[in-house]
């Protein structure tokens, strides 16, 4: 698998390109729409062909570059069903998207948000927002909860062996993946804490709304562009 993990320093955000060698048939995680020509330029410089777009949930902090994506290469957008109405192919718990000979195992991890996905392929977990590094996703809009993240993270990702690898969708401290052994034992949000207390933590924190939540949100619901598009 060829595997590379991008940057948006604006938002903190983590695009993370995936393709399988043989088809050279790509996929990017979660694209920021202003660095889509950055994404297209590297897609072709490694000869690859881009046929998918993953979201890991509805962004509040930056806007999708999937629709873009979508209406210059053809690629088909994969997200949850409970979230974005605009994409192509809406996924829940255990389905699978193939790309060439590469399959991506789909997780549903909700609490950050209700639509909230993960991502699985080859020993690396895409986490999106659910689980980051040292850290989760906040809950406290888009249908978020607490418990349900908690519930997410532990019966869902900290099942997982613990060398698998973790990306996450954000890092605010300089720190481009961990893995679920790494997390379960020094994640301070949930390491030694019981459910009921990340629960209280979770609620107790006072956090000002992200910067681009009104813009956002509803541009991601329509993949990013100015109207949503219908599904193909």
């Given at each position: 698998?060829?595997?590379?993990?991008?940057?948006?320093?604006?938002?903190?955000?983590?695009?993370?390109?995936?393709?399988?060698?043989?088809?050279?048939?790509?996929?990017?995680?979660?694209?920021?729409?202003?660095?889509?020509?950055?994404?297209?330029?590297?897609v072709e410089e490694l000869?690859?062909?881009?046929t998918r777009v993953l979201?890991?949930?509805?962004?509040?902090?930056?806007?999708?570059?999937?629709?873009?994506?979508?209406?210059?290469?053809?690629?088909?957008?994969?997200?949850?069903?409970?979230?974005?109405?605009?994409?192509?192919?809406?996924?829940?718990?255990?389905?699978?998207?193939?790309?060439?000979?590469?399959?991506?195992h789909v997780l549903e991890?909700?609490?950050?948000?209700?639509?909230?996905?993960?991502?699985?392929?080859?020993?690396?977990?895409?986490?999106?927002?659910?689980?980051?590094?040292?850290?989760?996703?906040?809950?406290?809009?888009?249908?978020?909860?607490?418990?349900?993240?908690?519930?997410?993270?532990?019966?869902?990702?900290?099942?997982?062996?613990?060398?698998?690898?973790?990306?996450?969708?954000?890092?605010?401290?300089?720190?481009?993946?961990?893995?679920?052994?790494?997390?379960?034992?020094?994640?301070?949000?949930?390491?030694?804490?019981?459910?009921?207390?990340?629960?209280?933590?979770?609620?107790?924190?006072?956090?000002?709304?992200?910067?681009?939540?009104?813009?956002?949100?509803?541009?991601?619901?329509?993949?990013?562009?100015?109207?949503?598009?219908?599904?193909?």
């Open positions: 698998m060829l595997f590379r993990q991008l940057f948006d320093a604006e938002t903190s955000t983590y695009t993370y390109l995936l393709a399988d060698e043989a088809t050279r048939e790509a996929a990017l995680i979660d694209p920021v729409l202003e660095q889509v020509e950055r994404d297209l330029r590297l000869g690859l062909k881009l979201e890991t949930h509805v962004h509040a902090d930056h806007v999708t570059g999937a629709g873009v994506l979508r209406e210059r290469t053809g690629a088909t957008v994969v997200a949850s069903a409970r979230g974005a109405p605009c994409v192509s192919r809406k996924v829940g718990h255990g389905d699978v998207v193939r790309l060439g000979g590469l399959e991506l991890t909700p609490g950050h948000t209700d639509d909230s996905l993960s991502y699985l392929c080859e020993g690396r977990l895409f986490t999106g927002d659910a689980l980051l590094i040292r850290g989760t996703g906040r809950t406290d809009f888009q249908n978020g909860d607490a418990g349900q993240l908690h519930d997410s993270i532990t019966r869902h990702l900290f099942t997982l062996p613990e060398e698998t690898a973790v990306y996450p969708g954000h890092d605010y401290a300089g720190h481009a993946m961990s893995t679920i052994g790494e997390e379960k034992r020094h994640n301070p949000r949930l390491a030694r804490r019981t459910r009921e207390s990340f629960i209280a933590f979770m609620k107790g924190r006072q956090l000002p709304p992200p910067k681009k939540l009104d813009v956002a949100v509803p541009a991601n619901r329509a993949c990013g562009l100015g109207k949503p598009l219908l599904q193909t």
